[in-house]
């Protein structure tokens, strides 16, 4: 593959791990505040939302290392993460 491409690959990577980061963070909101609305404690906090970032490798050092070397596999890299 030729370098343009590499980086253009890398770069849907972390758009892609960025969205589904985002999608599971709208439920845990949806969550915590439908359980707020039901007069229950909140299921997740603010722990629970920065773990976020390590299980889809979007750490500043996780991003940079995708960005310049890519990731054999996905999967593999958001369970070393998560």
């Known amino acids: 593959m030729f370098g343009n ?3 253009l690959q890398n770069i849907a990577i972390v758009m892609s791990q960025s969205v589904a980061a985002l999608v599971e963070v709208m439920g845990m909101a949806a969550e ?9 404690g909140v299921a997740y ?3 629970a939302f920065l773990k976020l970032m390590g ?3 979007l750490r ?4 940079i290392a995708t960005l310049e070397n890519g990731v054999s596999d996905t ?3 958001c369970k070393r993460k998560g």
């Open 55 to 57: 299980k889809y490798g």
């Open 32 to 40: 915590n505040q439908y359980r707020d609305i039901t007069g229950r």
């Open 75 to 77: 999967k593999e890299h």
């Open 60 to 63: 500043k050092e996780d991003v």
């Open 45 to 47: 906090g603010e722990e």
């Open 5 to 7: 491409e590499r980086k």
